[in-house]
């Protein structure tokens, strides 16, 4: 039985053209890109062609862009690179209650160095109100980190009038654009961005591999030090395969556009009207349009995400509870409580979120188990039995 797997937002499968690009460059070349001789200067041309695509892609100059080592690596160098740059013109730094823990944390241990924090509230879809940002900025803001699409909920962020303001108080703004790379329009221009953070295997690359484009002239410093790779930014030898599958990869989701969203898209409906019609009791998270293709998160009354996660697991079919990097904490998401969601509603969300490699027929399949293990589930739950007595006395 072929698995269906409903968790890109999590990771995606490595493309076949991806993988052979990586291994082509496992078995040929081996050069250090900063060495002068031919092995060298091949590793160092394939490296640069795939810069060249993401610059494309981003609408900026090859030397903006910065390899990683990941979405993790990118936003940490720019929450804490350009909050120490900035040390001395303020202390003050605005970002939302949604971003990732890769954003969160790197604040929180900037707390610790004395910088202030404001953590943005959003709406009860997941979004940031662009008037809530131009109120919290002082006089010592340096910093506004604020993501492009949430993760979990698939929610877009109103990033280009917040780039305008940012522009206009002279705040250097940053993006998480991890989930949106690939799949929306990430000019950093027309966004307004002074930074952005991206990851390979959101998009069918590599683990272990990102990128941080850092406009010309944005105040930053390295969190490690070591060689003057990637302009002293991210010093060490560079992920050379790991590059050129992130650039196979960026190059292939620009060439299928739009084109492929419009798919997830449809996918993803026919599942929500799917579970609306089928299953009581349940309710959307996240934005009815500004929202990601490929991203559904529902709560589903009276049970916990876990169990169907386990059940559904059975059936051949791999989901995620409210995050997959809070899953294995029994907390409940730190974006449904943002969004107004009370812990005990938010133990029963599910994240389902598609890509390249999901049919119609996967959806068909979902529709078929869903139901059932909700309801077998239900059947067992204390609380389920108390709300139906509640309705009957009603
Ligand atoms: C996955 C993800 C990250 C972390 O990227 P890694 O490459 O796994 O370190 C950061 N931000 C968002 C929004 C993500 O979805």
């Known amino acids: 039985m072929g698995r269906i797997y409903l968790d890109n937002n999590a990771t995606t499968p490595v493309r076949p053209e991806v993988a052979e690009a990586l291994a082509g460059m496992l078995k040929g070349c081996y050069g250090n890109p900063s060495t002068l001789y031919c092995i060298g200067q091949e590793a160092h041309v394939e490296m640069e062609h795939a810069r060249d695509v993401m610059a494309g892609i981003l609408g900026c100059n090859r030397e903006e862009v910065i390899f990683t080592s990941g979405g993790t690596e990118s936003d940490n160098i720019a929450v804490l690179g350009v909050a120490r740059a900035n040390r001395k013109k303020g202390n003050h730094i605005i970002t939302t209650k949604i971003e990732h823990h890769a954003v969160l944390n790197p604040c929180k241990a900037l707390e610790k160095e004395g910088f202030s924090v404001t953590y943005l509230p959003v709406d009860k879809y997941g979004m940031v109100d662009p008037a809530d940002v131009e109120r919290s900025i002082t006089s010592g803001t340096v910093l506004i980190s604020i993501m492009h699409a949430n993760n979990e909920v698939g929610t877009i962020q109103p990033i280009a009038e917040i780039g305008k303001m940012a522009r206009a108080h002279k705040i250097t703004f940053h993006t ?17 961005v002074d930074l952005l953070s991206a990851s390979s295997h959101k998009i069918y690359g590599p683990k272990g591999v990102g990128l941080l484009y850092v406009r010309k002239g944005t105040k930053i410093l390295p969190i490690m030090f070591g060689g003057h790779q990637e302009r002293s930014l991210r010093p060490g030898t560079e992920n050379v395969p790991g590059v050129v599958g992130f650039g196979k990869a960026a190059e292939l989701m620009a060439a299928e556009g739009p084109a492929e969203e419009a798919r997830l898209l449809k996918l993803r409906e026919r599942l929500w009207e799917g579970i609306k019609a089928n299953v009581p009791h349940v309710k959307l998270n996240g934005h009815p349009t500004m929202r990601l293709a490929g991203t559904l998160n529902v709560i589903f009354e009276y049970v916990e995400g876990e169990s169907i996660i386990l059940s559904l697991d059975e059936h051949g079919i791999c989901a995620a509870s409210g995050s997959a990097c809070t899953s294995d904490a029994l907390e409940p998401s730190h974006v449904l409580a943002a969004m107004g969601v009370p ?15 999901n049919t119609e027929q996967d959806v068909d399949k979902v529709l078929e188990a869903l139901p059932k293990v909700v309801e077998k589930l239900r059947s067992f739950s204390p609380i389920y039995k108390d709300f139906l007595k509640q309705q009957q006395t009603a």
């Open 176 to 192: 998480d654009a991890v989930q949106s790379f690939g799949k929306l329009s990430v000019n950093v221009n027309e966004l307004g």
């Open 343 to 357: 812990p005990e509603k938010s133990h029963g969300a599910l994240r389902m979120s598609f890509g390249r490699e």
